[in-house]
């Protein structure tokens, strides 16, 4: 049993429902089948359950963990696509739970098409591309050169093909990369005649379709960002057509002082190994939270009080300078932030912070 509140995240669900209905609705208009990231939040069964009820019936997460909840959690028919690709050890319950993995090896679709066969199923499987980002994916060439490689595997179906962006080089898609998964595609349904699904995310790929609703020969969309946060981080900017402001980090103050750090002496790195010199500002007024690197992640976190600014985070505790503020903060006082896709997934993954949930 926890013995305090805090730290504590506050999780509006209205909010986030409006923001699935308004995201249903473009899809719908866009004919883009739209996939929820459940990542983010674990797959918290109150999150998930929410988006089931709204009409989502496709999810996808790194981690088969959360997958194989959700799969408890919602009725049968519900597709589950693991977009992390697979370790050797998960084929096996791939193939028995009926999850649709990313592959980009030849050797997994083998090694699935041997647990699928056991199983006497047939089991589909998305072919990740590289397109960018240099990160996960078969290179283009080692698709031209598959040859009659797919005829070999009769327990496996190809779904789809699928593409991620801007996560690791921030390498954003554009109108170019989308016409070659295009062209990609039918020229795959070309020479195998049969139809599979071109799968883009995350959130990056919305702007193109507000661009342009016209696009055609995409059907997918894996979304986390947009829904969550109504936010698209990859490109800056706020989603006007969304709300932001659902996830509410709150924590307690359990210091405040006036402090400087002593400039004379010899510097270091900090706890993270970091290189954290601070300019000499004289004494200021600090306050400290019981809110630490463990829990949060201090660079996404926004605070209403424009004056009370981050100084840093150790493991245990968030420093704020409060010199300039006109707020009168005092000691066993919560203060709140509005908190970022970062700062929300370690709040998840941290025991120590309590999860909230308000209609
Ligand atoms: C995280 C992730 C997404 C969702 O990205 P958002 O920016 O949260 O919308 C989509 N696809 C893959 C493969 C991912 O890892």
Redesign the pocket.
């Given at each position: 049993m926890a013995l305090s509140t805090y730290p504590l995240l506050e999780i509006d669900l209205r909010m986030i429902e409006r923001n699935t209905e308004v995201v249903l609705q473009k899809c719908n208009s866009w004919h883009l089948h739209p996939v929820v990231?459940t990542?983010?939040f674990l797959a918290d069964a109150p999150l998930v359950s929410l988006f089931y009820q709204s009409g989502i019936k496709s999810f996808?997460d790194?981690n088969l963990d959360n997958l194989l909840k959700i799969k408890k959690l919602l009725p049968p028919g519900v597709r589950l696509i693991l977009?992390?690709l697979p370790m050797k050890e998960e084929i096996k319950e791939i193939a028995a739970e009926d999850i649709i993995p990313?592959v980009s090896h030849w050797e997994i679709v083998e090694a699935l098409n041997e647990e699928a066969k056991k199983e006497n199923k047939v089991l589909p499987l998305f072919l990740a591309l590289e397109s960018g980002d240099a990160r996960e994916g078969f290179l283009p060439e080692e698709i031209e050169e598959m040859g009659d490689k797919l005829n070999k595997f009769s327990s496996i179906k190809i779904e789809g093909i699928?593409s991620?962006l801007?996560?690791l080089s921030g390498i954003l898609p554009d109108e170019g990369i989308l016409e070659r998964l295009i062209v990609f595609k039918n020229n795959w349904e070309n020479k195998w005649g049969n139809k599979i699904s071109l799968s883009v995310?995350?959130?990056?790929f919305l702007s193109l379709w507000e661009k342009d609703e016209n696009i055609k020969g995409v059907d997918e969309i894996?979304?986390?960002?947009?829904?969550?946060f109504g936010n698209?981080?990859?490109r800056g900017r706020q989603i006007n057509w969304l709300e932001r402001g659902a996830f509410t980090l709150k924590a307690e103050i359990v210091e405040i002082k006036s402090k400087e750090p002593d400039m004379r002496r010899e510097k270091g790195f900090d706890a993270f190994g970091e290189p954290n010199f601070p300019p000499a500002t004289g004494k200021r007024k600090r306050m400290i939270l019981a809110l630490g690197k463990q829990d949060s992640d201090e660079h996404q976190l926004y605070c209403s009080d424009e004056n009370a600014k981050i100084i840093g985070a150790t493991s245990n505790y968030l420093v704020m300078d409060i010199e300039d503020s006109n707020r009168a903060y005092k000691l066993g006082e919560v203060v709140q932030f509005q908190a970022g896709?970062g700062a929300v997934l370690r709040a998840f993954l941290s025991p120590y912070v309590k999860k909230v949930y308000r209609w």
């Open positions: 990231v990542k983010g996808a790194s977009i992390r990313f699928c991620t801007a996560c995310g995350g959130t990056t894996r979304l986390g960002e947009a829904l969550l698209d981080i990859s896709y």
